[in-house]
């Protein structure tokens, strides 16, 4: 089966630019999540969906990050315009009942991000 | 002050022994405990969870055991491999944290050494 497919896996964008990162979840998944990794902060969940809508956003770090999923097997993050601390690990993933029924979560490879 | 950067407990051990990983979680309304391993360049991959009406459980070549009184989380690996080098991470489930289900908070991870 594949796993949390992520795309693009490396880019090198020029500050003010506009971002977008994709995500096709597992087939048959439910819950989506945007993670963002880095070393000052650790792994920090910016927002999750259930049944393709958004439930908690409460992690985006501010109004030029923007999450859609307009259908069950397809999920966007942008960032615009783009700014050097946003350089990171953004970390796609999903799971079938959310994290609190014993389901786990299972991530995607990561879509590696650098302003410059 | 000026900020640091994150630099990760690590634990160094000989190819053969045994490794243990600790995790201190701060939410004694967590009931839901994952152990997460993250290699270079990929995903967090799930390893293993427990729920917090349990104190061990063991899969193949880990366990992971749960002090719910001194809230801590520890992780078992036998007869580590090169192959278990590694960050490692717990997670905890914090369910309606913040009006939110389904919201894994990750500690900073721990990264382990395998010496062959």
């Known amino acids: 089966d594949a796993g949390v497919i992520q795309s693009p896996r490396h880019e090198v964008t020029e500050m003010g630019q506009e971002v977008t990162l994709r995500c096709k979840p597992i087939?048959?998944?439910?819950?989506l999540f945007w993670y963002r990794q880095t070393m000052m902060r650790g792994l920090e969940l910016l927002i999750y969906?259930?049944?393709?809508?958004?439930?908690?956003d409460s992690g985006m770090p501010e109004d030029r990050f923007s999450a859609k999923m307009p259908n069950a097997s397809f999920s966007t993050l942008k960032i615009q315009p783009s700014e050097p601390r946003d350089s990171a690990v953004y970390f796609c993933?999903?799971?079938?009942?959310?994290?609190?029924?014993?389901?786990?979560?299972?991530f995607g490879e990561g879509s590696w991000l650098t302003v410059v | 002050g000026e900020n640091v950067g994150l630099h990760l407990p690590t634990l160094s051990v000989q190819e053969g022994d045994n490794s243990i990983i600790n995790c201190a979680y701060s939410?004694?309304?967590?009931?839901?405990f994952i152990w997460y391993k993250q290699e270079s360049g990929k995903g967090p991959q799930f390893i293993i969870d427990?729920?917090?009406?349990?104190d061990k459980r063991q899969g193949q070549r880990v366990t992971v055991l749960l002090n719910k009184t001194v809230k801590h989380l520890s992780l078992q690996i036998a007869a580590t491999q090169p192959g278990d080098s590694a960050v490692y991470f717990c997670?905890?489930?914090?369910?309606?944290?913040?009006?939110?289900?389904?919201?894994?908070?990750f500690g900073k991870g721990t990264k382990l050494s395998v010496k062959p």
């Open positions: 993933a999903s799971s079938s009942t959310g994290t609190g029924d014993g389901n786990t979560i299972y």
């Open positions: 087939s048959g998944h439910d819950y």
């Open positions: 969906f259930n049944n393709n809508v958004p439930i908690d």
């Open positions: 939410n004694s309304a967590s009931d839901y």
């Open positions: 427990i729920r917090s009406n349990m």
């Open positions: 997670a905890e489930n914090r369910e309606n944290y913040g009006g939110s289900q389904g919201n894994l908070i």
